[in-house]
């Protein structure tokens, strides 16, 4: 079945103390392993050992993991990488801590990407046997899980290509110019599964490696607010929302990490499927595709990549 | 009992047909009596004749009316507004189309309050035996009723009390410079009931006789979001919101009508009572006080008082 | 302006350690006061000393403590009471914990409820200073405060005049046989504010001195699932709801306590008004007046009185 | 990618003008084709043709289809069908209105499901180019989509692994008798994508080519609620909710079509995974696993199939 999800983002951040009080207090995540100078940490409805891996030293992205399904799945995208085009070299087990042996490909767009398929197991806080719909002991936000990243690309066309030739990623939505001009990515969001997007891609110059922003899965519309209360308690930055965009139907708040990586609180999008039609966006309705209810967009947003 | 409520919001708008459509249409008020120039309507949860006055003809209030428990208290209200030392007249039954007798009076901000006792019964949407919980054919955003006005002034202290002697409201939150200068209201929140407010008073250079907005009640977040949908599919702009206010803790957007006279959608305040502390807000938090979860608070916000 | 609300509720309880666990593990109130046998709570967003008594010894309510304006309210509804025919006694400042002296009143009924104007101020949780919108630390439900109660009795109409002619209560809603017999009620909800009932009268055999349940309140119908999920979480027995009742538009569910009293959680019913047409319930329809989405009522809704 | 989705339910119903009505006006589905005693219905979020179809006669399933990606994908299920030893037979396109050719099989449990690669594409109501959030046209419940369907057996360990061996779905939930008897199923929740079910299986006597229930998807607990309040306007019978699973954490309420088919709204159940380890639920645990925050289950739940 080839890639699952995204399994890990790995970035960098100016203050590891600072960081990890974010994490962990504000957006609620489960330190898993510190060892000084880079903190693993996973939600509560993950069973891998982590999905969030954050370093000291500046701030962006340092690469993102996909989890395949098996074994196998390495060796078939390995293939289709070095057919496509892209620079590709095998990692070893631990490598990342706790990790199996994988593949570690340079995107297009200059990103890394590993996949992997295994992680240690360390189930989910609820358990699976009778399990509680959630922990009696969330702290602040509670974000379940990671959900998707969205990259930069100064041309992401190609890059958009690699996901659906190699990792069997299909279109979900897109942005174009104009319909005159359907070709031409300005972004793209792409699926494995049913789940909107399980990476994106945005245009710019000078977007090359860089991250727009990675999200974190809520529930929906009420949890949006419970994050935005807390980010408000602990002065969190918020670019925008609460809101809806009206790409994937996703409601949403923008905000930044102390480090100032662009992070999202992501709930109730629709349920994506590879027959569905692609969804085209053009550039003149880009405010309402991003922010649905308001139709602002603030300066930073396109320009904001770290 | 005295002051019930805010019972009507009576504006200007610039274009009728243009403002009936946004008021049933959008807001989804129902359209009671149309007399050309002026358009009077009524929420689906409201059961007197009606809550809304539209007058071509600019921007801007013309007058609020308060309904009082009673004829007596009609003149109880005259003669503490005597006393107090405000300039009031008597106005007939019929004056406002399906309204008693009652009493008009100049606030010291210069805007016109009308005080009346009795107003034809339609009865709400729903009924008033075995009701449903609502009705069936509601349209855009369905709002119920409307809920409380925002009054500019130049010097707020004095209408402040007006409003806690001579309608004996109660004081709810206040806006202050700092925790020296408690007695200097910079805004001001007062209620007669448990309605968060009924009236709310914001001070700034030329704003007497100005309108701030007027609100419409929605049940709850959820009914904030789906109001920003409909806004945004009938291309409502928004100024603030989604959002909550740190202020009554209620769950609001703010935005334009078709003329220009800012509206709210308000949900979900706390339940205000006679015997509750105060809340104080001080000047260097007004933005957490306005807009809790995003603590931005946009240039218009405090200017744009029509 | 008389009475406020309903101030407290003072319980037995079987078993006083468990009912303290329940109270605040479960529901979430703040232990004020702890004397072995007897316990007092508060919710979080209550500023008065307390609002929930626990007295250990059995199952049912001890007392009702209305709270009124002033301490002039006191012997006007001294006066009244004895106009309208109903026992009193005073009581004095510290009969009650950290409460003022007031007035003691055997309703027909035979419930004894306590008439004060004072109580300890504790302040709410988030204080009266620029305050947060709720505080970081909720427990189980996070209960913000008590809502209201339903008493039973043998013949309700002349506690219902009780309360419209000493406490100036207005009907808000009525349960009646059929429209051929309006005078007789079954069921009564009253209100002095615009909270849809700060107490509700029912109508059986063998009712009187009993309680049908009293109500926390939660804000909206997200914190109602919330609730249920800490229920069954805690092994709370549930009755009815998650739901809706038609009966005040309250979304609900009825649970019990260790001891076996009924409790509520109670949201965003309407805002109740004292011009608003009162509602009157038909017995035919009382199933969709309880729970509205249902339709069904539990054998021991009518019954289980304590 | 093999099978994508349910994408038709085709049962039966007593009075197919009675079901029109249910189906249009209270699950607000739109009436695609009428043939007088076949009708195609499809949801307002769907792109192809029809996802219900209505047949007069009785109540119960006749057949379920699934849709694949590609015509290959029908080749190999029908070879994997024969190795793993189950009746099939190749179907036409237009033996069902506007669909493919394909595969019919005869499940174990004596259903038949039918498999086809295409349908003609009719679109969704918001489009595909900047398409709104929701069409403005909504009528009652408004359900956007079908989710899932629950079928009865007998014995359903081998139609358990038809799924995960011939349609390559994974186990995400599944019922035993009790944590020493782990390999005899009494339920179990399949899927092929991240959406919680496919498919489910629930076993008892008699139950060979019964449905449980088919499902609607909405989108959160406020529609869940809403649901529930437009079933009661129009006097729609609910069996369970509204509630929330333990099993799939899915938002939910039972209840029956005119012709007493058994329906579900469901939402918000937890993003699905091919890696996550299999949730376990023990008989004991059951009334918690359907009705979690209840923990009461209907005498009707586990024996009114059809």
Do not use: C
């Not at 001009?181 to 994106?200: Q, Y």
């Not at 000078?206 to 009420?222: E, M, S, V």
């Not at 349920?271 to 692609?278: F, I, S």
Request: overall charge negative; aromatic content about 10%.
């Amino acid at each position: 079945m080839g890639v699952i999800r995204l399994g890990y983002v790995h970035i960098r951040v100016t203050d590891i103390e600072e960081a990890k009080r974010h994490y962990t207090q504000t957006v609620g995540f489960r330190l898993v392993k510190d060892d000084g100078k880079t903190v693993y940490l996973k939600g509560w409805d993950e069973w891998d050992h982590h999905s969030v891996v954050l370093e000291e030293g500046g701030v962006g992205v340092i690469k993102l993991g996909y989890k395949v399904n098996r074994a196998e799945d390495i060796e078939d995208i390995e293939r289709k990488s070095q057919t496509f085009g892209v620079t590709t070299e095998r990692m070893s087990k631990g490598e990342n801590t706790d990790t199996s042996d994988g593949l570690r490909i340079i995107l297009p767009t200059s990103h890394v990407v590993e996949v992997y398929h295994d992680m240690t197991l360390l189930g989910s806080d609820v358990g699976a046997i009778n399990p509680d719909v959630f922990p009696r002991d969330l702290i602040g936000i509670g974000a379940p899980r990671i959900d998707h990243a969205l990259l930069g690309g100064d041309n992401i066309a190609t890059t958009e290509k690699f996901f659906t030739e190699v990792f069997d990623f299909y279109q979900v939505e897109r942005l174009v110019p104009d319909l005159d001009h359907m070709d031409t990515p300005l972004a793209s969001w792409l699926a494995g599964g049913n789940r909107g997007h399980d990476v994106a891609l945005i245009q710019g110059d000078g977007y090359d490696g860089k991250l727009h922003h990675f999200a974190f899965h809520l529930q929906d519309w009420n949890d949006i607010l419970h994050a935005g209360q807390i980010m408000a308690m602990d002065d969190v930055p918020i670019e925008l929302g609460p809101s809806q965009h009206g790409i994937t139907r996703g409601r949403t708040i923008y905000y930044f990490d102390p480090a100032g990586n662009r992070n999202e609180v992501f709930a109730d999008g629709y349920v994506a499927q590879r027959d569905r039609p692609t969804t085209i966006w053009t550039a003149d309705k880009l405010a309402k595709g991003i922010d649905y209810v308001t139709r602002n967009l603030s300066e930073t947003f396109a320009t904001a990549l770290t």
